[in-house]
């Protein structure tokens, strides 16, 4: 179906289901519950899941098919908001060519990134990449403070006229498709569930799904063969003939579009960008990802994106107050104790819940979350068979 | 004239002089062998004959073309093939797309972006691959891991993924080394059937005098960087440079 096989078509559909659902499925506590502050279906959150699903689908397609390891790829993504931005300033308030306009920049610049960095592989490859995008973050931050606002980075503002836009004197733009704004929303009320479905989440997860799509296609075909060639055996693939240089130029180039596209959508969600997007720490958080999702895994990146942006929005909403309000059946000296010990992973400190996951998975798991649910999986299947026939062995890896 | 010609090939490394004067000529359709001591600068040589390394002096020709200065990927692009002394696959692939990539790099080149057919709808592509397996007797490993194989597969499979190319040229950098005697057994008889079936020159580096006699109509002896002896294989086992040379000077 589509072009994909069977069992491929049954994950896109399994994601398919999952993103348009997915009002539903991030709000499962009832809004007056203690537990309400776990959901996570408000419009700011989806949007982020899907965006940063999309940013990490890319860097995989680099990294988990290739191996090489950019430590720079943020700087597509603020590249690509910039370029959005400037789409929506200049010519139209519309998306579809501001999100365009995202790509193209961000694949030019990521062919000329990569046409120097990918000279060298390994770590040298990496700490370019890491080098290109500091100059790039450090470029927007204060040389090139005309085109990039610098440390406030660009808005839209009521001085603002694109040239295809009948906005009022003074009336600040917002985006739009084709007169949608992006911030309509419609709510659903069923009993004590508030239910929100966002235009800008559905746009958003209507381009993960089509770049989710894309990446399983490219991940089945010839040139997703040789880019996995490429991280397995470089000697073997140029004494067969093959030139390495150009597919991992074009994987690099592929990637760095898929995060222009992240941060085109970014901009369409929320018109403003800054150069923080750029820094190092928000390539890292896009390795994060990949790697708690599993590296070279269809899905794994989707699920890391989510789990991280997740603990990133949910954990660190957890104040001291309301530990003390869920250990209040405790017996006053232990509900101090187990507040004190709980209280570091929490708020402010859910980066160590993060780091402590994160070690967690790479060491037990190294297949990140794919490797686990198919653990579970096999486990729960290996029953099964031992209960009917005995066991049976296999144990083929799925993706 | 032969479908290589090395001439006056020399390269040094630092205070080394790895090779010097080295002069060969391999008939097309033969099977030619190339012993010597350790450190005679075989696989030197060999290294310069596939862009890994370019020699100081001297020219490479393969079919009337210099080699010299085009990399590896060109070189193999040409018609030379080269399998290694530890087999190179790809480990991480299956058996089956191992076998699909030189059939790919075959048809389309050194680069091609086909990033969005399925690559087991090429169907020319699959069904090259599926009868190199056969070939090679290796169809029903064709969903094996590659890395799991045994070494005397990986070796088969790596002669394998080199014939699917159709070379003129095959190089074979000790292919028996490390082998238990029944695999080496099984690679000579490869070998001998692919020389007999197929239109190509063989060109063998070779420590195993065993694999080396079973094999060669020609044999080049290297002996500290530069050609002691180049004959018929008969001539070459009674030779004194020969003995001598492998042997020390006593002998």
């Known amino acids: 179906m589509l072009g994909l096989e069977k069992k491929d078509f049954q994950l896109l559909l399994v994601v398919a289901g999952l993103t348009l659902l997915a009002p539903f499925i991030l709000n499962p506590f009832p809004e007056s519950s203690g537990m309400a502050q776990f959901n996570a279906g408000y419009p700011d959150l989806m949007q982020r899941f899907v965006i940063f699903g999309i940013f990490a689908i890319g860097f995989n397609i680099l990294f988990g098919l290739t191996g090489y390891l950019s430590f720079g790829h943020a700087a597509f993504l603020g590249i690509g908001s910039y370029g959005a931005i400037w789409m929506m300033k200049l010519i139209s308030l519309n998306v579809i060519p501001a999100i365009f306009m995202a790509i193209i920049v961000a694949g030019i610049f990521a062919l000329a990134v990569g046409?120097?960095?990918?000279?060298?592989?390994?770590?040298?490859?990496?700490?370019?990449?890491?080098?290109?995008?500091?100059?790039?973050?450090?470029?927007?931050?204060?040389?090139?403070?005309?085109?990039?606002?610098?440390?406030?980075?660009?808005?839209?503002?009521?001085?603002?006229?694109p040239l295809f836009s009948n906005l009022e004197?003074?009336?600040?733009?917002?985006?739009?498709?084709?007169?949608?704004?992006?911030?309509?929303?419609?709510?659903?009320?069923?009993?004590?569930?508030?239910?929100?479905?966002?235009?800008?989440?559905?746009?958003?997860?209507?381009?993960?799904?089509?770049?989710?799509?894309?990446?399983?296609?490219?991940?089945?075909?010839?040139?997703?063969?040789?880019?996995?060639?490429?991280?397995?055996?470089?000697?073997?693939?140029?004494?067969?003939?093959?030139?390495?240089?150009?597919?991992?130029?074009?994987?690099?180039?592929?990637?760095?579009?898929?995060?222009?596209?992240?941060?085109?959508?970014?901009?369409?969600?929320?018109?403003?960008?800054?150069?923080?997007?750029?820094?190092?720490?928000?390539?890292?958080?896009?390795?994060?990802?990949t790697i708690l999702g599993g590296v070279g895994t269809l899905i794994g990146p989707v699920l890391g994106a989510g789990a991280i942006k997740y603990m990133e929005n949910?954990?660190?909403?957890?104040?001291?107050?309301?530990?003390?309000?869920?250990?209040?059946?405790?017996?006053?000296?232990?509900?101090?104790?187990?507040?004190?010990?709980?209280?570091?992973?929490?708020?402010?400190?859910?980066?160590?819940?993060?780091?402590?996951?994160?070690?967690?998975?790479?060491?037990?798991?190294?297949?990140?979350?794919?490797?686990?649910?198919?653990r579970i999986a096999r486990a729960l299947r290996g029953k099964k068979a031992n209960d009917e026939d005995g066991p049976k062995a296999s144990t083929e890896p799925a993706e | 004239m032969g479908i290589l010609e090395v001439k006056d090939v020399g390269k040094r490394f630092g205070g080394l002089q790895a090779l010097s004067d080295v002069n060969l000529s391999v008939k097309e359709n033969s099977v030619h062998a190339i012993i010597g001591p350790n450190g005679a600068g075989k696989s030197t040589l060999l290294n310069c004959l596939v862009g890994k390394l370019i020699p100081d002096t001297g020219s490479v020709m393969f079919d009337g073309q210099s080699v010299l200065g085009r990399t590896p990927h060109e070189i193999n692009q040409m018609g030379i093939s080269r399998v290694f002394q530890t087999p190179e696959i790809f480990g991480d692939l299956s058996v089956m797309e191992n076998m699909m990539i030189p059939c790919f790099a075959k048809r389309d080149g050194a680069f091609?972006?086909?990033?969005?057919?399925?690559?087991?709808s090429e169907k020319d592509v699959v069904e090259r691959a599926e009868s190199m397996l056969e070939d090679m007797n290796m169809a029903d490993k064709r969903h094996m891991h590659a890395a799991s194989m045994s070494r005397g597969d990986k070796r088969r499979l790596e002669i394998g993924m080199c014939l699917a190319q159709e070379p003129r040229l095959l190089l074979l950098d000790?292919?028996?080394?490390?082998?238990?005697?029944?695999?080496?057994?099984?690679?000579?008889?490869?070998?001998?059937?692919?020389?007999?079936?197929?239109?190509?020159?063989?060109?063998?580096?070779?420590?195993?005098?065993?694999?080396?006699?079973?094999?060669?109509?020609?044999?080049?002896?290297?002996?500290?960087?530069?050609?002691?002896?180049?004959?018929?294989?008969?001539?070459?086992?009674?030779?004194?440079?020969v003995r001598e040379a492998y042997l020390g000077e006593t002998a």
């Open chain 1, 115 to 161: 046409f120097i960095t990918l000279r060298r592989s390994g770590i040298y490859f990496s700490i370019l990449t890491l080098a290109f995008a500091q100059m790039s973050y450090a470029l927007a931050y204060s040389v090139l403070t005309p085109i990039t606002g610098g440390e406030t980075g660009l808005q839209i503002k009521s001085s603002d006229s």
């Open chain 1, 169 to 289: 004197e003074g009336e600040i733009g917002r985006a739009n498709l084709f007169g949608m704004d992006m911030r309509a929303s419609f709510e659903l009320n069923i009993g004590d569930w508030l239910f929100t479905f966002n235009a800008g989440y559905y746009i958003a997860a209507i381009a993960m799904l089509a770049s989710f799509y894309l990446a399983i296609r490219i991940f089945r075909s010839p040139f997703g063969m040789m880019l996995r060639a490429i991280k397995s055996n470089q000697t073997r693939m140029s004494y067969t003939g093959l030139n390495p240089r150009p597919h991992t130029l074009a994987a690099f180039v592929i990637s760095g579009m898929y995060a222009g596209l992240a941060g085109g959508l970014m901009v369409a969600m929320d018109t403003q960008v800054g150069p923080e997007r750029m820094f190092w720490t928000a390539s890292g958080e896009v390795v994060l990802m």
């Open chain 1, 314 to 374: 949910i954990l660190s909403k957890i104040n001291k107050d309301v530990l003390h309000e869920w250990f209040a059946f405790l017996p006053d000296g232990l509900e101090d104790l187990l507040v004190t010990i709980i209280y570091p992973f929490i708020g402010k400190g859910w980066h160590l819940t993060l780091g402590i996951l994160f070690m967690l998975v790479v060491i037990y798991l190294p297949g990140g979350l794919v490797e686990g649910g198919q």
């Open chain 2, 112 to 120: 091609s972006l086909q990033a969005i057919a399925n690559m087991f």
């Open chain 2, 174 to 241: 000790e292919p028996t080394a490390g082998m238990a005697r029944a695999d080496t057994n099984n690679t000579i008889d490869l070998l001998k059937q692919i020389s007999d079936e197929r239109d190509i020159t063989i060109a063998i580096i070779e420590h195993d005098m065993h694999v080396v006699f079973s094999l060669a109509q020609r044999i080049t002896v290297l002996a500290q960087g530069t050609p002691l002896v180049e004959d018929d294989p008969e001539n070459i086992k009674g030779h004194p440079k």
